[in-house]
């Protein structure tokens, strides 16, 4: 009897047909575009009339997306990395382990020592549709990716986590002028990280190793970016792609009715039920009313040929498109350009400026300004006058189409911009935290994997009848719901609709968390080209149950804004009295002179040593990336000296080891260590220990001990600390105390004073998953700070099982002077905080309270947020700092948590300090700053202030963050000249 | 955005209790929860436990609650308001009860987000009424007595007993149905006894667990090998098949036996947790000395609950509190109290060593304390159990169900490949009988 295996991917399908000698004499893959049953039903056909030839044959299906139709059409079913297993076991005797990436699926198998199966959780990163992903970004096909990786010089990090998390370091690298090759290096670098970080869980991957799947088999530069990182050199067999295909084959069994599935396949339209929402538009004539009443919101405009008097310039590099205006001094609109970014802006402005000079040789430009992602390189590139953050130049465009504005929402390739304006003033701002579904670049991958352009795939959704309900979720997950949705029976125009009502959807429950509609305002103008889609825009005013203004210039805001930005600024500075003020941007000559070089370059003046990317441009000007610190720009040591974080690093690492009698003992610095070192290194040191501690977390030490990470969904801190071990056990340590702690020291400002289980519990999972651990006195004792008259007799016990002859005395003492150490540490952190403080209003500077949990102090977690905020001006206290100040109160959530308690009371201080403002760290996957930063928030809004949350993982770009802390800058500076300018006319 | 005035907290009254007011509280465990309506019921609460299901469901929890909170509450807190938007009741005579445990999980801060959402709802005059033991927040209209309590501890051994006696019968119960009735039949008896003020002094329940067991005992069943799967995790998710995507159909879908263990181990481990801390901290002796007591009390009932099952060789008793806490010693500290704690890799090796070491181990997504105890503990239980074979499964509103499942087939193909060099025989698979519980 022959064998039929088919394995239905979440992207492709595989069929092999094998003679009873289990010779393959039939093999095929393809994409299946989501057409599933079709295509299945197609495959088999094939298989039947030209290589059964009435043979009898058995059927098995596997693979992720064959589940559910193999069982309603009564096929028998085999889990995929089951048969994947079962091809190895034939195929490939002695391998220990495989890896195996597929379309959405990442699997590691473990067959020798124990056989173990991973497949990669509810994330979706590193696998071939983040690949997938990545190429497109980078506009070109998987195959020259894997080419461009093979000319890479260096590469840089980028976060592995998710798709959404690598755009964000890509695009700003892209941005900054980083060469495509060594992106593509870094990527494939991702995806080993991702694999490894996610799916190894504590065990080495090493001995045999099979590489399978599409991706490992497509692209032999990942193959080589896993040796290398593993160590060893793995194998892609032959039928590397069919592994899968060919376990089903070989677990089927008895003889299968192959015409009768087929007609079943045909059949199988699923059971047309899933959730319905209400159709956009019931008739053709909404539609038109619809769009009628939106193109009244149209921008005034002139003709470049005809304008005689000065223009201006605004430009918005995005990060996936760059848009140009040329106004009138009015505001009229000339001429405007949209062009996608394949990733470096520079040539795009350049086209823009030679061709502007082309139609008008004679133009007069008055001044110009930027916005967006590539704001800084364009205005050292081109020399424009002004350079503004993305919100103040969105909000400036939208106060000209609706002047008493008070909601702005704009939602482009991978951004959602939300902000509230109140009097006059951007008052709060939402941004999408490292989460793109919902935006526009989401929209297009789904009209695309659809076989659509975004245009036509979006007008399908304005008719449909039963949209489908598909929520707001993550567009990897999304891409499951839409093929369940679809197997349910939903058409392509039920998907598009429903693809536009969740994008909505995201926006406001994910995003702007808005409840009620009421919240947003009357006043609401949308903007950026996801609106020009009227599906969205028409799902947007259901949800909300208002009109909204769509400007006709959605998609051009940004740069319309800049714009008007250049034409306010003159009109402020009375520069525009003068009839012959021109711009700096670069002049006919100089555009054609136009010349750009790149280099990469280490930046050297400090430990940290930046990869720095160098853009030369005509003119020697110089554009310099990827600092953390403005010293190779300025070439200036860094100004600590208003910065607390950096003075209690500074602190924390003058506690030196002391050589002692008893040996050393390391202690990891994260989590429940990092601020207790004054503690315990005073209790060890007077025990006669010397106490060694961790160095400053950085990315060799992170990927030090990623191998051994169980969940990778626990925070970035916590990961850091298997890091923090491995380094001590490295460094020769032989005991190591890292305590189990569920209480922390009780502050009187909450209810309890608990640690989050994380803080409380990591010592445990770093027991259970680390192997060298086990090799050293690894003590994980609880221990109760809180309890002090206990504390001795405790502590006694616990140290009395591994070391001898430590008297009940001496840790009475030691513990005294512990205490008393820590007090003083605190009350000196309080004390350089009121200093600082004190300093920066001496300067009349801004005061922001970067408030997180103390470990947040490392720089690796922090990722340099207190020295950029220092760069933009303004001092760095911290939460611990300011959270004395303030007696318990109470707050509406359940105040238990010791560090959480000092962020409601920092808050509710800071609401009484004019001249302070709270930027609240968060680490991605912290599941107690769900509730923390609601509360914070409701807090400071009470007081009418603005919060700033800001969102940390492996991510190191700031850029995002920049965005977040200039729209504050900007917003705080608006309110208080709105409230200098209420006083004037008072008076 | 939120909310700017953080009002009082709106007490449950007795006057609201003598107008009638219903009180509306989430399912969890079903045959448990049958009881414990009952028992509201006769002390003059108009207890009702909501079953709405659906996508609503999830839509209004996303709307009303932090996304990134757990699952758990964003189900509960979505289906009470779903509830109150249904139409169905009186919303000026409606109140809504959660339980709260006040442990460092972030669990303990429901109430305060259902409060929350209510206001962000514009249901702000709605009374909450927290259901806990250590006296939390009082309500005039509501007062668990000693009465209550003791009918409440002993729902918790009946429906122990119910349900891993069900979940051992009805896979291979020969008329579909018959086990079911046994858990109808006794919920009814039991509740009547209830209402009688019987049922609850040990005695009494010796009488009705071996009744109970006895009538298990006599459904007629054909005996087949079945894979054999636990499962433990974050106890809603664990139980509630809202929860879990009705978990429980999926593994009878495959064909197998499933185990879950009880209740009665988790309210054991909460009061175990305070003796445990003065163990670890030092602490207040009177309060060791009352929790000694009530300790000694529940392990009386779990005597009689281990002995009732133990009688009948063909049951898989369930291990007693004790032997399951001493699995753990060496493995992962008594002081990891938070969620589930220990308990949750406690009791994933209890199963491995009843035979149930097919595990699935489901938490919402971003579990902190599961991060600990159930994916944390994962490897350290295969050492010790080689052929454990656990697989865990996160919840969340955007994890898929075709994801979820495809995961727990992997475990499946695994233990039925090892239960058929095991018994020489094949396992039983898929049934097609039963597909109808089967939505995908």
């Known amino acids: 009897m022959l064998k039929i295996g088919l394995d239905v991917g979440s992207t492709t399908i595989k069929c092999v047909v094998l ?30 009339d030209q290589v059964l030839e009435g043979r009898p044959a058995s059927l098995t299906i596997s693979g992720s997306a064959g589940m559910g139709m193999a069982q309603s059409c009564g096929i028998p079913f085999v889990q995929e990395v089951y048969a994947t297993r079962v091809a190895a076991g034939r195929l490939a005797p002695g391998t220990d382990a495989v890896i195996e990436l597929g379309g959405e699926d990442a699997k590691l198998l473990f067959l020798t020592d124990g056989l173990e199966v991973r497949m990669n959780g509810s994330c979706a990163g590193g696998t071939g549709a983040f690949i997938d992903q990545m190429a497109t970004l980078l506009k070109v096909t998987p195959a020259d990716l894997d080419r461009m990786a093979g000319e890479a010089q260096r590469t840089y990090t980028i976060a592995s986590r998710c798709g959404v998390f690598a755009k964000t370091d890509i695009q700003p690298l892209l941005n900054q002028g980083a060469k495509k090759e060594d992106v593509a290096a870094s990527i494939f670098g991702a995806v080993v990280n991702q694999t490894i970080a996610g799916l190894a869980q504590g065990r080495r991957i090493q001995g045999k190793v099979l590489y399978l799947g599409g991706p490992l088999t497509f692209l032999p530069r990942l193959r080589e970016s896993f040796d290398r990182t593993l160590g060893l050199t793995g194998l892609c067999p032959e039928n590397s792609l069919y592994y899968v295909a060919l376990g089903a084959a070989w677990c089927g069994e008895g003889e299968a009715q192959i015409s009768e599935s087929i007609e079943k396949l045909a059949a199988y339209r699923g059971q047309g039920e899933y959730a319905v929402i209400p159709p956009l538009f019931e008739s053709r004539e909404d539609h038109r009313a619809f769009t009628q009443r939106h193109w009244r919101h149209a921008v005034p405009c002139g003709r470049l040929e005809d304008e005689t008097g000065p223009v201006y310039i605004g430009i918005d590099a995005g990060s996936t498109t760059v848009k140009t205006v040329v106004t009138d001094q009015r505001g009229g609109m000339l001429y405007s350009k949209y062009q996608q970014n394949s990733g470096n802006p520079i040539p795009l402005i350049r086209e823009f400026l030679r061709e502007l000079y082309e139609l008008r040789p004679d133009i007069h430009i008055a001044a110009g300004a930027v916005t967006g992602y590539g704001e800084e390189i364009i205005r050292s590139a081109f020399g424009v006058d002004h350079g503004i953050v993305e919100t103040v ?47 526009g670049s989401f929209l297009q991958t789904f009209a695309e994997a659809l076989g659509y ?228 290194h005073t209790f060890f040191t007077r025990l006669g220990f010397e106490v060694v501690t961790s160095p400053l977390s950085d990315r060799d030490l992170y990927l030090l001990g990623q191998h051994t990470i169980p969940s990778d969904t626990v925070c970035f801190p916590a990961k850091l600390m298997h890091g923090h071990v491995e380094t001590l056990i490295s460094r020769g340590i032989k005991s190591v105390f890292y305590p189990c702690m569920s209480y922390n020291l009780d502050e009187d400002l909450g209810d309890n004073h608990y640690n989050c289980p994380v803080v409380a519990y990591y010592p445990e999972v770093i027991r259970s998953n680390m192997p060298e651990a086990r090799e050293v006195t690894f003590i994980t004792d609880y221990v109760g700070l809180h309890q002090r008259r206990h504390f001795p007799r405790k502590m006694a016990e616990i140290l009395a099982q591994y070391y001898d002859g430590i008297t009940l005395r001496e840790i009475k003492e030691a513990s005294d002077a512990a205490y008393r150490e820590y007090e003083e540490y605190l009350a000196a952190v309080r004390a350089q905080g009121e200093e600082i403080i004190r300093l920066a209003r001496e300067a009349g500077k801004r005061i922001i309270v970067l408030a997180g949990r103390p470990y947040h102090a490392d720089p690796e977690v922090n990722h340099g947020i207190d020295k950029l905020i220092i760069s933009l001006g303004a001092a760095v206290v911290t939460e611990d700092a300011v959270s004395g100040h303030m007696q318990k109160f109470p707050v509406g959530v359940l105040n238990q948590w010791t560090y959480h308690s000092r962020l409601y009371a920092a808050a509710r201080y800071i609401a009484t300090q004019p001249d302070m403002n709270l930027v609240q760290l968060v680490s991605f996957g912290c599941g107690v700053d769900a509730i923390t930063t609601d509360e914070v928030r409701d807090i400071l809004e009470e007081e009418h202030r603005i919060y700033t949350q800001i969102k940390i993982d492996e991510i190191t770009n700031l850029g995002a963050v920049k965005i977040r802390l200039r729209s504050l800058f900007a917003a705080i500076d608006q309110q208080q000249a709105e409230a200098k300018r209420e006083e004037l006319s008072h008076v | 955005m939120s909310e700017k005035k953080r009002p009082e907290r709106v007490e449950y009254t007795k006057e609201m209790n003598k107008a009638g007011y219903t009180i509306l509280i989430p399912s969890m465990a079903p045959i448990h929860f049958a009881m414990l309506r009952y028992i509201f019921r006769s002390s003059g609460y108009n207890l009702e436990v909501l079953e709405n299901q659906g996508p609503e469901v999830v839509q209004e929890g996303l709307k009303y609650v932090h996304n990134d909170t757990c699952y758990p509450a964003l189900l509960v807190i979505g289906q009470m308001l779903d509830a109150l938007h249904s139409g169905k009741y009186d919303l000026q005579k409606t109140a809504l009860m959660i339980t709260q445990t006040g442990g460092g999980c972030r669990a303990s801060n429901y109430i305060f987000l259902l409060r929350k959402a209510l206001r962000k709802a514009g249901m702000a005059h709605i009374p909450v009424i927290s259901l806990n033991l250590s006296g939390l927040e009082k309500n005039s209209g509501f007062t668990l007595s000693l009465g209550m309590i003791r009918k409440l501890v002993a729902c918790v051994v009946y429906g122990d007993a119910m349900m891993q006696l069900f979940n051992q019968v009805r896979p291979y119960e020969c008329a579909q149905g018959a086990a079911q009735k046994v858990v109808d039949q006794w919920t009814e008896v039991i509740c009547k006894q209830f209402d009688a003020g019987k049922g609850i002094s040990i005695g009494q329940m010796r009488e009705n667990l071996s009744g109970i067991a006895a009538a298990f005992a006599a459904v007629p069943v054909k005996k087949r090998p079945r894979v054999r799967v636990g499962v433990v995790g974050e106890i809603y998710v664990k139980y509630a098949s809202l929860g879990n995507n009705n978990l429980e159909d999926f593994l009878r879908s495959q064909g197998c036996e499933y185990m879950v263990p009880g209740i009665m181990g988790f309210a054991m481990f909460k009061v175990d947790n305070r003796l445990e801390d003065i163990k670890l901290y030092g602490g207040n002796p009177a309060k060791y000395a009352v929790c000694t007591v009530l300790m000694k009390y ?143």
Not at chain 1, 396 to 417: L, N, R, S, Y
Not at chain 2, 341 to 365: D, H, I, K, R, S
């Open chain 1, 393 to 439: 130049a969105h909000f400036t465009a939208a106060k000209q189409f609706m002047p008493e504005v008070d909601f702005v929402i704009d939602i482009g390739g991978q951004d959602i911009k939300c902000f509230k304006i109140k009097n006059g003033a951007i008052d709060n701002i939402f941004l999408n935290e490292a989460c793109s579904s919902g935006c």
């Open chain 2, 298 to 440: 529940l392990t009386a009932m779990e005597r009689e609950l281990i002995a009732a099952i133990r009688k009948y060789p063909q049951f898989v008793p369930p291990s007693a509190y004790q032997h399951t806490k001493s699995l753990v010693k060496g493995v992962i500290g008594y002081g990891s109290k938070m969620g589930e704690g220990w308990l949750l890799t406690a009791e994933m090796m209890e199963l491995a060593e009843l035979g149930y070491g097919n595990v699935v181990c489901t938490q919402p997504f971003g579990c902190l304390p599961n991060h600990i105890n159930g994916k944390g503990m994962i490897r350290r239980i295969k050492e010790i159990y080689p052929s454990a074979n656990i697989v865990p499964i996160d919840y969340d509103p955007s994890a898929t169900r075709v994801n979820q499942e495809n995961r727990i087939k992997l475990m499946l193909a695994v233990a039925r490949e090892e239960l058929a060099k095991e018994t020489g025989e094949a396992p039983a698979a898929e049934e097609a009988e039963e597909k109808e519980t089967v939505t995908l």
């Open chain 1, 453 to 680: 352009s975004i245009q036509d795939f979006a007008n399908l959704g304005l008719f449909a009848k039963r949209p489908v309900d598909l929520g707001s979720r993550c567009t990897v997950f999304m891409n499951s719901s839409v093929k369940q949705a679809q197997k349910d029976g939903a058409s392509v125009e039920d998907i598009s609709a429903g693809l536009s009502i969740s994008v909505v959807k995201n926006a406001l429950y994910k995003v702007i968390r808005a409840a009620d509609p009421s919240e947003l305002g009357r006043h609401i103008v949308v903007q950026g080209g996801t609106f020009y889609n009227d599906a969205v825009l028409r799902a947007f005013e259901q949800e909300l149950g208002v009109e909204v203004v769509r400007p006709n210039i959605a998609g051009l805001m940004g740069a319309y804004g800049a714009a008007l930005y250049a034409i306010q600024s003159d009109a402020l500075s009375g520069r525009d009295r003068d009839p012959n003020r021109r711009s700096g941007i670069l002049g006919p000559k100089e555009i054609q002179d136009f010349h750009h070089k790149v280099q990469g370059v280490n930046c050297g003046l400090c430990p940290n040593n930046c990869r720095l990317t160098v853009n030369t441009f005509s003119g020697g000007r110089r554009y310099i990336s990827g600092n953390r610190c403005e010293r190779p720009v300025t070439h200036r040591e860094a100004d600590d000296s208003l910065n607390l974080y950096q003075w209690k690093l500074q602190k924390l690492q003058s506690y030196a080891p002391v050589p002692g009698p008893r040996g050393k003992i390391g202690l990891p610095m994260g989590l429940n260590i990092f601020e207790l070192l004054p503690f315990w």
């Open chain 1, 19 to 48: 003679d009873e000698g289990d010779n393959i004499l039939f093999s095929d893959y393809q994409r299946h575009y989501s057409q599933i049953t079709g295509k299945t039903g197609e495959l088999l056909r094939q298989v039947r």
